[in-house]
């Protein structure tokens, strides 16, 4: 498998570190409770399909990035810097 | 038909053509008085010790491919108890005990072979770490013996222990442990369970659940709606995908494990054998062949077909290990689906929702469990509550703070 860097192109899957799924978000300290800890600490969705992750460029620049792709058919559909993922959804 | 040398002798007598199936091949009832879904090894476990244990006969074990096309037909096979904390000790030596007398208990041969598991230690913190955990397994009654390099090299003479990189310091070793023929225990537990009434129903693939009020009254199938008040999951690696027809989100991700076995050799390896510093566990079947693998590819899948890197990382660390494996032919490798949980034990429990069960969260582990494991799923549903050896393998310990991390790598599960 390969990984789409946004910054260096298509590169081998030894060069990434994995975190996980890129949907869980942590709790608004102004709101939270236990429940949310609870909920972003243990429980995930686990897809059969479609799924944005957490990938790190480790062995390469560095940057975190958000991956698409099928955890079925490893397929990739794209990528992008986790950074401009928040921002974009902060803003919306 | 009981096997037995006087029922080979006398289907030898008449050619061998008179042997009957091992289970029926049953059309699903409307409705039972419980239902397994997944006839993996813990399903069937499950099916068996409902039907000898708590005498609920009535019982459907529900798949959806064919029976031991799952992990149960995909593992490494390693049988132990070597455990640290007191949660899991208990369940899993509960599970060793009922090894030691499946062949008999289920008049199947599931060739079970208490070889001794070896745990190498790379270096005198890994020593202090195995002698610590050697006098848990102790003060619970486990047996556990820490090994000397000088007996190490004596007992297991293919090992390279000068390795420059990862030299080996000593090794905990479990006698009782070792390793069984995976098939047969799929086999074994599906005719044991068949013997006793249960209909072990192929080719069914759940894809819903029945409700009433909350509460769970059947499940919608491939074959049909079929009718239980009681409803038992044990679907190993798509265990989330259960749960999630049910409403329910678990501390749960699927991963892809990969495994190997070379061509057949004359006996080389006694033991099962484990080497810590490239997180790597190697035995020899019975047939002679190697069989080995290492840790996940890393990410989440649902595909039983694995990546390179592992590949590579494997034998990387195969060649440390045993440099004389280098000469051997790979034969096969595959892959199956992980159910990994936030802190690497599994989960056998009631749920939130009325006659829900759920048995999951198997991680690499979940063969030497199968026996302990259905023990405890039948007393689970049929008593409507946990026994105490599943006591600690609970659902909500995740909402408590009693998380059970022998590893204590953390709430990531591709590090346990
Ligand atoms: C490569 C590899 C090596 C391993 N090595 C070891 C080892 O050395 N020692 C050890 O202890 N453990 C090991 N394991 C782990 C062990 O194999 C599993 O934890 C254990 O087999 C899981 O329980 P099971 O046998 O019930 O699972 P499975 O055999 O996977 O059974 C689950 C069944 O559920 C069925 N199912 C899924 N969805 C549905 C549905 N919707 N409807 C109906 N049926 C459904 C599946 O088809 C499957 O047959 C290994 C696993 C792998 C993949
Ligand atoms: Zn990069």
Known sequence: MKLPCPLCGSRALEEFTYLGDASVTRPDPE????????????????????????????GGCRAWIVVERDTLTHEVFGSELARDRNTRERAA | MRYSIFSLARQALSGHRNWQPAWRDPEPKPGYDAIIVGGGGHGLATAYYLAKEHGITNVAVL?????????????TTIVRSNYMLPGNVRFYEKSLQL?????QDLNFNVMFSQRGVLNLAHSDAQVDAFARRGNSMRLHGVDAELLTPEQIAREVPALDLANARFPVYGGLMQRRGGTARHDAVAWGFARAADGLGVDIIQNCEVTGFRREGGRITGVETTRGTINAPKIGLAVAGHTSRLAEMAGLRLPIESHLLQAFVSEGVKPMLDHVVTFAAGHFYISQSDKGGLVFGSSLDGYNSYSARGNLPAVEHC???LMSLMPSAGRLRLLRHWGGVMDMTMDGSPIIDKTPIEGLYLNGGWCYGGFKATPGSGWCFAHTIAQDRP????????????????????ERSGPVPNLH
């Open chain 1, 31 to 58: 709101t939270e409770t236990l429940d949310d800890w609870y909920a972003f600490v243990y429980l995930r969705d686990n897809p059969c399909g479609r799924m944005h992750e957490l990938w790190q460029h480790s």
């Open chain 2, 63 to 75: 798949e959806k491919g064919y029976l031991g096309g799952g992990n149960v037909g995909r593992n």
């Open chain 2, 99 to 103: 090894w030691e007398n499946l062949s």
């Open chain 2, 315 to 317: 034998v990387e660390a």
């Open chain 2, 387 to 406: 026994h105490y050896l599943n006591s600690a393998l609970s659902l909500d310990r995740f909402r408590h703070g009693e998380v059970l991390d022998e």
